[in-house]
């Protein structure tokens, strides 16, 4: 790989910007100055230093979010803040995006990777990968409520989701807490199936995916890579 383009790949400025990074003589290749932006370098094998500090290199990122409220699950947008505005710098220069999404004002567990082939194995409708929700909603839910929802329910649009979404009651009242499995995603599909049965959800969070789980220490708008034990537990079922 040319110099030029791993630094410039790793953050450190445009083109142009690396040209005259190169020329202050602060970039070493195993020791050595290095001024030609055309010089070869295998990150893999050979140790890139600039201004002192040790290159790491990467190609694939992936990332755990605490996904907060009022944030929308996209790559871009003019108007309204998203996922990625989140991230630092030096991860956004890798292009990651979202897994799948989450509402707006839905918060919780959002995975971000510049890995296609990892997304489209999550999202795939024929892989099942299961969801699993914490919700709050307005109406006590009922053994008949958990019922319907193994059997699956039909939305508003006429859509019966599938079956087998698992419900469990945490708490029954006026206001319920519930966690919920579902393996589709469906714009809005929880708050939907809960307005199928004539209740409201007034407070969403995922909390797993697939076999991965929130790190309950990051806070809302934080997140974090994924070690290599928890990029193999979000493969399971």
Request: proline fraction near 4%; glycine fraction near 8%.
């Amino acid at each position: 790989m040319r110099m030029d383009k791993l630094l410039a790949n790793m953050g450190f400025g445009s083109r142009k910007e690396v040209k005259l990074l190169l020329k202050k003589g602060v970039v070493l290749v195993d020791g050595v100055p290095v001024k030609d932006s055309k010089t070869k370098v295998d990150p893999e094998t050979q140790k890139v230093v600039v201004h002192g500090e040790e290159v790491s290199y990467k190609e694939t990122i992936y990332l755990m979010m605490n996904k907060p409220p009022g944030v929308i699950s996209a790559t871009e947008d003019h108007v309204q803040e998203t996922v990625i505005d989140l991230l630092e710098d030096r991860d956004q220069i890798l292009s990651p995006f979202p897994v799948g999404r989450l509402d707006k004002d839905t918060e919780g567990l959002l995975v971000l990777t510049n890995d296609g082939q990892l997304s489209h194995s999550l999202l795939s409708p024929k892989k099942h990968v299961p969801k699993t929700y914490f919700a709050k909603i307005n109406g006590r839910v009922t053994q008949e409520d958990v019922e319907a929802f193994k059997e699956g329910v039909v939305l508003d649009d006429g859509y019966k989701t599938k079956p087998g979404a698992v419900l469990s009651i945490l708490h029954s009242g006026e206001i319920s807490e519930i966690e919920l499995i579902i393996t589709e995603g469906k714009f809005h599909q929880v708050k939907r199936m809960f307005e199928a049965v004539g209740k409201k959800v007034t407070y969403l969070k995922r909390i797993k995916m697939g076999g991965l789980s929130l790190d309950e220490n990051l806070k809302l708008g934080e997140y974090r890579e994924l070690t290599e034990e928890e990029l193999e537990r979000l493969s399971e079922r």
